[in-house]
């Protein structure tokens, strides 16, 4: 068994993962979907609100707010946020005022509401820790896999082969002069869309996968990074796991 971490970026981590069994990099995903606990806003003490939104739709906005989770805090503490503000503004989470300096919007630059001239909101925002099976706003990562691609072109010459290449929607196909083929480097970025194959037909360009390599790719909301995501998630699976071995 192979892991390659074959692209990384602030947010994102893509990872190809080489003679693991689909189930077990099926349970990872699960876990991290539901299996992470991260914090929240939970209770909204809404005392005044002239804008356009309801209350529940405010609170339910605020909930939706991605929380930096120090990964040294977990499961302890309550953390709540302030915020206080009068139009014309447009409010943004990085407005929401934290009671700790470490606990604060992931996402600064999300907007929470545009109020217009004169329309106040005042209101006290709790969080609380949960994981995804809980609720959705819990969950710290948008997070798939896919079997690695693979593209077969038996014919030398290929008519048509620039029209081809203009159909794959991640541009990763050359189609000069009848020739067609797959630009170097970029096998990996196939989306398996089979565009190129509904077009040309199976004999001029074929996809299909290869099932020993998985691509497995995790997007943070940003609550916690990506290793911590996918450490706590392991440690999840591992408790489930040994309380079943426990019990038998
Ligand atoms: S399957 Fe889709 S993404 Fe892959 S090469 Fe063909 S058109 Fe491009």
């Not at 794959?168 to 089979?194: A, F, Q």
């Not at 001029?204 to 706590?232: A, H």
Request: glycine share 6%; net charge negative; proline share 4%.
């Amino acid at each position: 068994m192979k892991a390659d971490v074959i692209e990384s970026n602030e947010n994102t981590e893509k990872m190809l993962l080489e003679g693991f069994k689909v189930s077990l990099v099926n349970a990872i995903r699960r876990s991290i979907i539901n299996g992470v606990n991260v914090l929240a806003i939970e209770d909204v003490k809404i005392y005044k609100n002239t804008s356009f939104m309801y209350d529940e739709i405010l609170a339910s906005r605020l909930g939706l707010v991605p929380i930096k989770t120090p990964i040294e805090l977990k499961g302890k503490g309550k953390f709540s946020f302030k915020l206080k503000e009068i139009g014309p503004k447009v409010v943004h989470a990085s407005d929401l005022v934290p009671s700790d300096k470490d606990v604060v919007p992931a996402v600064p630059e999300m907007l929470i509401i545009n109020l217009k001239d004169g329309e106040a909101i005042d209101l006290e925002a709790d969080t609380m820790w949960g994981n995804g099976e809980e609720h959705s706003k819990f969950t710290p990562a948008h997070v798939f896999y896919h079997f690695y691609p693979k593209i077969t072109i038996p014919n030398g010459k290929v008519k048509g082969a620039a029209k081809i290449a203009s159909l794959c929607p991640v541009d990763i196909l050359d189609g000069e002069k009848e020739t067609l083929s797959v630009k170097k480097g970029k096998l990996g970025e196939c989306i398996l869309c089979k565009a190129c194959e509904d077009y040309a037909g199976s004999d001029v360009i074929s996809v299909t996968s290869d099932t020993n390599k998985i691509v497995f790719e995790v997007e943070t909301w940003g609550q916690l990074s990506i290793k911590e995501i996918i450490n706590e998630a392991i440690s999840t699976l591992e408790d489930e796991v040994k309380e079943i071995a426990q019990k038998v």
